[in-house]
Nanobody
Framework: QVTLVESGGGLVQAGGSLRLSCAASGRTFSTYAMGWFRQAPGKEREFVTA????????TYGDSVKGRFTISRDNAKNTVYLQMNSLKPEDTAVYYCVVGRDTRAYAATYDYWGQGTQVTVSS
């Protein structure tokens, strides 16, 4: 019922920045949270961040707190992830998600995008 399309991934040097975008389309019947998970090769999916419908609640994983910032534009059904001070360990496929709240659990989120690759070189 909801399709998510990520964009903005790419290759960046350590210390650099990237901005990811995720546009949601399709049928939504209520307000919803949006966020991001990531998965590096050989590792489990990791919660990155999420934001409530109003934007008043924002949660971040410990590994990205202070470096990444999530925001949303409800008029455009779009969520953004500004990533600064990138590190090689940030290299992963980043997945946009839509769900019921901003908890750091994958089961909270009902819809997942295809993912966009972020690669940070040393």
């Amino acid at each position: 019922q909801v399709t998510l399309v990520e964009s903005g991934g790419g290759l960046v040097q350590a210390g650099g920045s990237l901005r990811l975008s995720c546009a949601a389309s399709g049928r939504t019947f209520s307000t919803y949270a949006m966020g991001w998970f990531r998965q590096a090769p050989g590792k489990e999916r990791e919660f990155v961040t999420a934001i409530s419908w109003s934007g008043t609640v924002r949660t971040y994983g410990d590994s990205v707190k202070g470096r990444f910032t999530i925001s949303r534009d409800n008029a455009k059904n779009t969520v953004y992830l500004q990533m600064n001070s990138l590190k090689p360990e940030d290299t992963a496929v980043y997945y946009c998600v839509v769900g019921r709240d901003t908890r750091a659990y994958a089961a909270t989120y009902d819809y997942w995008g295809q993912g966009t690759q972020v690669t940070v070189s040393s």
